[in-house]
């Protein structure tokens, strides 16, 4: 199979490395994405800033190509669905490719479930992320938000190279319980998306349309 890349930026750049022989093609802003030059490719995997999503993803949808996308800090159209679906496609968007951040989910929602029987409980959720990230807060801490589906606070810190800092704090009167997970490298990220990209191309029960990471997770757990 041939996988191509947008983005070869920090994280881009690893999916680069890793992909080896089944790498199709990288693109970046001296190397721009065609529809004709994606259409060489089984999928393609999309690492690059949300201010520069624009840019890219009309490209994307015309080609039909399935799109794994870790860009965050964008508002997707709310048409989107409906013209990956016409395209023939599949598309999984991620705030976060983490294969465990979804131990993380499940973690977040028995936690929120739990809460019910504390009295008075505050939830915060903070996260790090290096210098260079232009959105705050990042999309991996929103996710968090949506999955505890609760009023919480949200911070952010930029520090240094950090690649991924992400903390949830329960706090009563009387306890503290804190849920943390932390990136180590970014291949962590760029094996992710690799593994959704080949989903995508092997898996033919994944439907056309738009799914998120976690969603296609569950799927092919409960397949196995």
């Known amino acids: 199979m041939k996988i191509s890349v947008i983005g070869t930026g920090k994280t881009g750049g690893r999916v680069v490395e890793l992909l080896g022989n089944d790498l199709g093609e990288a693109f970046d802003e001296g190397n721009p994405p065609t529809v004709e030059k994606l259409k060489k490719s089984d999928a393609v995997i999309i690492f690059v800033p949300g201010d520069s999503v624009p840019e890219v993803i009309d490209t994307v949808i015309e080609s039909g190509v ?15 669905n ?21 131990l993380i989910r499940k973690s977040i929602e028995v936690i929120s479930a739990g809460s019910e029987i504390l009295k008075d409980p505050e939830f915060h959720i903070h ?16 996710s ?10 949200v911070t952010s810190a930029r520090e240094g190279d950090v690649k991924g800092i992400h903390e949830l704090t329960l706090k009563t009167a009387t306890e503290e319980i804190t849920l943390k997970h932390k990136a180590l490298d970014r291949s ?11 989903q ?4 033919s029960s994944i439907e056309t349309g738009i799914c998120t990471f976690g969603q296609l997770v569950d799927q092919v757990m409960e397949e196995q």
């Open 66 to 80: 399935p799109a794994a996308w870790g860009s965050t800090g964008y508002d997707w159209p709310e048409d989107l």
């Open 82 to 102: 409906s013209k990956v679906k016409a395209h023939h496609s599949k598309w999984v968007i991620a705030s976060n490719f983490s294969l465990g951040m979804n």
């Open 127 to 142: 996260e790090v992320h290096h210098i260079h990230k232009k959105d705050a807060p990042s999309g991996t801490a929103l």
């Open 144 to 153: 968090w938000k949506d999955w505890l589906n609760r009023e919480a606070e």
């Open 188 to 198: 962590l990220f760029a094996e992710g998306a690799i593994w959704a990209a080949k």
């Open 200 to 203: 995508l191309i092997n898996n």
